[in-house]
């Protein structure tokens, strides 16, 4: 019985501490009770853009935003949209789809506030251009979706440069290039959305270039605007010729002057956009080199370089200070026949284009060694008979052929005079005459004389002959005379250039069509295309003068035939004459 009693009386003693427990942490909650913080409300500051299209990206501006993105709770006219970044004074939101016209809002936790009205608005688009590039001033026009209606809506920029707008709808602007205008980014901005096309060509401009004339190789500095500082970009050409590009940018551009090209303009071409210069630039001839590089009077030459042109009217060639006869051209070599005038030694050679002439260029002039030649100054000549009278030797009637020969006072000799050896002696010659159509046969000489007239009177005779005192000479045929000359043997094989030379007089004007002198080398083939060939009008040219004729002399040929001279006249009364005949070479 006593143990109960304590072990109820414990267990009340506990019950009352416990009640005194509680009571007393009751009292504690009633005196410090933990109450939260006041939230602060954020506030929106502004909006950037105020209006855009959607998936654009929107800068929103204000107070206490949280820095967690996703904390930050954002709509577009109560349409959600994606926080990508924040702080506290800054969230960067994306225009979700659906979003339209309305208020942003902005969320955290249980406060929400609402800014200003955003604008969707659909941004512009370029679809199609009028050209793709063009020049300062030009109009071009632009196609595409949400321009603005009005002029003034739309903005339209050429690489920063705001150009004047001619007219405008929604799908169509029509703008003028402005004058500041260089290549780069095409931009239309409507209603503070912007289109951008990344490039737009504007044509080139040529301002200048320096110096204003040179030659092949020379470079050249072309000035100006909206050149490509690709330098394969850019298009260069002297009067149509290509030339290289060395270096650009878009101010500058530095080529080389073509061998090809002739005085001109200069063009500069960029995707297919086209300025040309207003100057000419005068190209000027150079000369390479000669071909070949040492060579005798009277021998033909090919002069190598450069801006030669393609007119041989527009040149001439000077050499040791006389003009050479040009007998071949292009723009990049000239063939002359170098004059007979100079003597050996080193000379200098000038090409002159259109009043620009090349720096002077030196080569060899060598002597000349006589291969073969007739100056008729070892054959007897008619002289007059004992009764005072000039002898006359008998023209042949038109079936004589061959006709006798007549370099000797014997009329039926048929003998060479000389029978040529080789090395430089003076080839003889036999003649014969090919009848025309002779109605009667007259009385006139035909054969070496000691002047140029064959007039039957002493007091008509002409001028004297330059190579000595006497020459062949011919008048009144009515046919053609053919000298044949003897078969030079015995040539030294390495001659590397011939010449022949032939000296010449005509006393008359009178000469037709086909009459004058020709001269071939006959060959086993034949005579073959003739080597000289001086009729009608090119004898009526040199009538009266002594001309001594100079040309180049085949040397594939000096070991294989003769020299054949023909004169050939109808009935008049036309002297002609042959002073010496010679064929020299470079040995």
């Known amino acids: 019985m006593k143990t109960q009693y304590k072990l109820i009386r ?45 998936g654009a990206t929107v800068l929103i501006k204000g107070t206490d935003f949280s820095p967690v993105p996703v904390n930050n709770k954002v709509s577009f006219n109560e349409v959600s949209a994606t926080v990508t970044a924040a702080t506290d004074t800054l969230l960067t939101v994306t225009v979700p789809e659906g979003a339209t016209t ?144 060395v270096s650009s940018t878009s101010t500058s551009l530095t080529v080389t002057v073509p061998p090809e090209a002739i005085s001109g303009n200069i063009a500069v071409e960029i995707e297919q956009l086209l300025a040309t210069s207003e100057m000419e630039f005068i190209t000027v001839p150079s000369i390479e080199s000669f071909t070949p590089s040492g060579v005798a009077s009277g021998s033909e030459i090919t002069i190598n370089g450069a801006n030669f042109g393609t007119e041989a009217s527009d040149l001439e060639v000077l050499i040791g200070g006389i003009s050479a006869e040009i007998v071949g051209n292009s723009f990049d070599a000239i063939s002359v026949v170098v004059p007979n005038e100079l003597e050996p030694g080193d000379t200098a050679a000038t090409v002159t284009l259109a009043g620009q002439i090349s720096e002077p260029a030196e080569f060899a002039i060598i002597p000349l060694v006589v291969l073969g030649f007739t100056s008729f100054e070892e054959v007897p000549t008619f002289g007059l008979d004992p009764e005072g009278d000039a002898f006359r030797y008998p023209r042949p009637a038109a079936s004589q052929d061959p006709m006798p020969n007549i370099q000797d006072t014997d009329p039926l000799s048929e003998v060479p005079y000389v029978a040529f050896i080789g090395g430089g002696e003076e080839l003889g010659f036999t003649a014969a005459f090919v009848a025309d159509d002779v109605s009667e046969i007259e009385n006139e000489r035909l054969g070496v004389y000691n002047n140029t007239s064959i007039n039957a009177e002493p007091q008509n005779f002409g001028i004297p002959f330059e190579d000595g005192i006497q020459g062949y000479v011919t008048s009144d045929l009515d046919g053609t005379v053919i000298l044949r000359f003897d078969t030079m043997t015995n040539l030294n094989p390495s001659i590397t250039n011939a010449v022949l030379q032939a000296r010449v007089f005509f006393r008359d004007e009178s000469w037709e069509s086909g009459e004058g002198i020709e001269i071939f080398y006959e060959t086993a083939d034949g005579l073959g295309e003739p080597i000289v060939s001086i009729l009608s009008d090119d004898v009526e040219a040199i009538a009266g003068a002594s001309t001594l004729i100079s040309v180049p002399f085949p040397t594939d040929k000096l070991q294989e035939g003769r020299l054949v001279v023909t004169f050939t006249s109808s009935a008049g009364s036309e002297t002609g004459s042959l002073d010496y005949i010679a064929i020299k070479g470079v040995l």
Do not use: H, Y
């Open 10 to 54: 414990g267990l009340a003693i506990a019950f009352s501490a416990l009640l005194i427990i509680l009571s007393i942490e009751s009292c504690e909650d009633e005196d410090f009770k933990v109450i939260p913080d006041e939230e602060i409300e954020q506030t929106i500051t502004s909006i950037m853009p105020a209006r855009a299209d959607i």
């Open 102 to 245: 309305g208020p942003i809002s902005v969320s955290k936790a249980k406060f929400t506030i609402e800014g200003p009205v955003f604008t969707v608005f659909p941004a512009p688009s370029i679809s199609e251009l009028s050209a793709t590039g063009g020049a300062v001033g030009e109009t071009i026009i632009i196609k595409g979706l949400n321009f603005g209606a009005t002029v003034e809506e739309n903005i339209v920029r050429f690489n920063s440069i705001e150009a004047e707008i001619i007219n405008a709808s929604a799908t169509e602007l029509e703008v003028k290039i402005p004058a500041e205008a260089t290549t780069g980014p095409l931009t239309i901005e409507v209603q503070e959305q912007t289109a951008t096309l990344e490039i737009f060509t504007i044509a080139p401009v040529i301002l200048s270039f320096e110096p204003l004339k040179g030659a092949a190789g020379e470079e050249i500095t072309i000035s100006g605007t909206n050149f490509s500082s690709i330098l394969v970009n850019n298009n260069v050409t002297f009067d149509g010729v290509l030339a290289t590009v």
